[in-house]
């Protein structure tokens, strides 16, 4: 006989499972502190490739003008400035990235508690109909 509450419960899950199940499963077998650190190191070397192409940018957008001011301008302050601006950029860059990597390993958190919740609520079902 079918069980109507056993067969919603499994379609939740099912639906689940297919849907953001898999992200979150991925997420959940990680410890909080590796998953993030994880992350964020990912952030900051996918900013480092965004402020070297920024930068490419910004030199090549008047490159005639860079160019003769390069002897006369300071190329260890220049340098400096750069690394300053690079080092800022990379740390803000950071920050919003472990913010948003917390929480969302947190919310896959919670979200994985109630689907292994749902699971032993299934396994239960499944026991009171077998001992009838």
Same mark, same amino acid.
């Given at each position: 006989?079918?069980?109507?509450? /056993?067969i919603k419960l499994m379609t939740k899950m099912a639906c689940y499972e297919e849907n953001?199940?898999?992200? =979150?499963? $991925?997420?959940?077998?990680?410890?909080?502190? #590796?998953?993030?650190?994880?992350?964020?190191?990912? $952030?900051?070397?996918?900013?480092? %490739?965004? &402020?070297?192409?920024?930068?490419?940018?910004?030199?090549?957008?008047?490159?005639?003008? &860079?160019?003769?001011? !390069?002897?006369?301008? #300071?190329? &260890?302050?220049?340098?400096?400035?750069? %690394?300053? #601006?690079?080092?800022? &950029?990379?740390?803000?860059?950071?920050?919003? $990235?472990?913010?948003?990597?917390?929480?969302?390993?947190?919310?896959?958190?919670? $979200?994985?508690?109630? *689907?292994? =919740?749902? !699971?032993?609520? !299934?396994?239960?079902? *499944?026991?009171?109909?077998?001992? /009838?």
């Amino acid at each position: 006989m079918l069980n109507e509450e /056993r067969i919603k419960l499994m379609t939740k899950m099912a639906c689940y499972e297919e849907n953001e199940g898999r992200k =979150n499963v $991925s997420i959940g077998s990680y410890f909080r502190g #590796d998953y993030i650190a994880l992350q964020v190191i990912r $952030s900051v070397i996918n900013a480092t %490739i965004a &402020f070297c192409i920024l930068f490419c940018l910004f030199i090549m957008y008047d490159f005639e003008v &860079f160019m003769s001011d !390069l002897y006369k301008m #300071d190329l &260890f302050a220049f340098g400096k400035s750069v %690394i300053i #601006d690079y080092l800022i &950029f990379a740390a803000v860059y950071g920050i919003i $990235s472990y913010g948003v990597y917390t929480y969302r390993y947190t919310r896959a958190r919670k $979200s994985l508690k109630i *689907y292994y =919740n749902n !699971l032993k609520k !299934l396994a239960y079902l *499944y026991d009171r109909e077998g001992k /009838r």
